[in-house]
């Protein structure tokens, strides 16, 4: 059997400017130790606020990488 | 009894450059009459178009504070 | 009838920069060929990766358009 | 910051007619008391039944409206 | 043990004039036959055309009675 | 091969009156200048609001038609 | 043919003590009059609410019972 | 009134080959004891696994059947 | 017009041992301030955790009230 | 403005043997009118019966195509 | 980059009692391998059942933890 | 504590036959590492296009096992 096989994972990224920094800030982090990352997908953007400004912007991405 | 209970609103924040700021827009004008803003979640994002670019990026944003 | 009536097209956008400008350059094309754009609504956010970066953010955004 | 911001309250409205009606019931309800209200989405639609026929129709509505 | 008990059927009514009517036409049907029937939920709104009209309005919905 | 085959379009009808009739324009509309329509889903409905009061229905559907 | 298949219902059970407990009676109640029980699934969580205090907890479960 | 009625019920069919077949086990299985099924829609996609192999493919389907 | 109208709220109720105290939580809260509150639908259950086990069951409801 | 442009389209293909046929089916078509198909997305499954046996098998598959 | 990473995974706890210690159980085993967990979110409650009466609360939890 | 518990993650397998071949295919390759996996969830399906034609399908599968 030689078809590829995927795996994908959750993870959070934060960033205090953007939610697309967020995203990257968590592919940046999962490929120090996953390799094969191809695509993601945002499945929830939030974030946290203090004072009545936002202080961190997060992402979740689900992470998709081939398993070899 | 004395557990935390908090409150949440939806709140359309909008802005010419992004979905980020457009988000720091809601949270910012929120802030301005309510207390104890913590957190945030993304519950939707928009835009208007005016011929044929983007003229307003609308984010509307579920906004959770601590009732006292 | 003189009701309006309006349809609905998804474009993808994508940027190696952020999904608001993935979204506006989704819009940009589509306003070459399409009049009358006045909304649109994001409908999913993608991105791929390329050797554990963020190569490209992927807006898919549903465009609402008036039809003469 | 003068990018406009809005704000969503959710009301059901009812009707013992149609789904349409018991829409415009909830809307003209929240215009006594809320000024600058533009739109509105229909969240759910329910009833009421009695001896087996319809007697209520429930219409939830999440309603926008520019904040001053 | 003396809580009340519901169960819930779906039913798809129908009507060549509006998806109020339909739903209506569900509740009557199933009322002919099930007792108790006190709420119904709408789950779906579809329709048929024939020669680019609107031939039938079909509402699907969910209705709950009392088990006795 | 000859299993058919349907290809489906977004059209938002409006209306003063209800979302019935907002479905039923978006379908009238489409069927001018698209053949063999079978049938609609809704997908969304939503309204605009002039002065407290609804103005305008709008009934987003998906309409599916037979590809010859 | 022998692969099994199985049947599914919606129930709601109620309890004035917790969701579970709803859950549970639920599960009793069916459990009466049909055989085969052999698994659940939570669709809805909601309760009915007397002079500010929860009066009753409603669990609505879907549940899978093999047919002979 | 004369307009058509439609009760919808699930059931999940299994097979050890494909999703399709479990469809199509269901379908055959409510067909034996319903009359006037018309159509069907795939709800859920689940199987059981044994050492490491698919055992059994489970497919959900909603059954819409005409009520006489 | 006199059909009833109601408004929805969320609330946020914390509890130490279950998902349903905290529901109860949610609504004994908004029930010192909010008159003429009849159901609530539950949209989210999250939980915080300290050192390894949960700390805090949260429980998001909508909480349902007559406008008078 | 290099970043690529994808379009998405929505098909039903349908067959008298699988899903997965069925969706072959729906991008063959496409594939006779639209250059540059890449991906699609199956959004829905559904059949028709006849005699109590499935009859078709329908897959609607939303069609990523770039536009050049 | 200092911007705090979170990862997620999916588990599922059960009991005999309720969801919410079906949850604290997920949780509890979680935190014997994962550190710095620091919340969860309920995704699904199901259960099985034996004899008719419910036979174990399962509830599943995506945990949520910081990355070092 | 002695009440079992399971872990789910995500797998997506490919086939150039069938959906159900790729779920089968990554239920294979998981179970090359994974012990006691015992279910899976169909999550998405998707697939790849060439030249007009269905080059992969694409399953995404949620295996759950139990945690020893």
Same mark, same amino acid.
């Given at each position: 059997?030689?078809?590829?096989?995927?795996?994908?994972?959750?993870?959070?990224?934060?960033?205090?400017?953007? &939610?697309? !920094? @967020? @995203? #990257?800030? #968590?592919? #940046?982090? #999962?490929?120090?130790?996953?390799?094969?990352?191809?695509? &993601? !997908?945002?499945?929830?953007?939030?974030?946290?606020?203090? !004072?009545?400004?936002?202080?961190?912007?997060?992402?979740?991405?689900?992470?998709? &990488?081939?398993?070899?």
């Amino acid at each position: 059997m030689s078809d590829p096989i995927f795996k994908k994972i959750d993870v959070v990224g934060t960033s205090t400017n953007s &939610f697309s !920094e @967020a @995203a #990257a800030n #968590a592919i #940046a982090k #999962a490929g120090e130790t996953v390799r094969n990352i191809s695509w &993601f !997908e945002v499945i929830e953007q939030r974030g946290s606020v203090m !004072e009545g400004m936002v202080q961190q912007y997060q992402t979740t991405v689900r992470i998709g &990488f081939r398993v070899e």
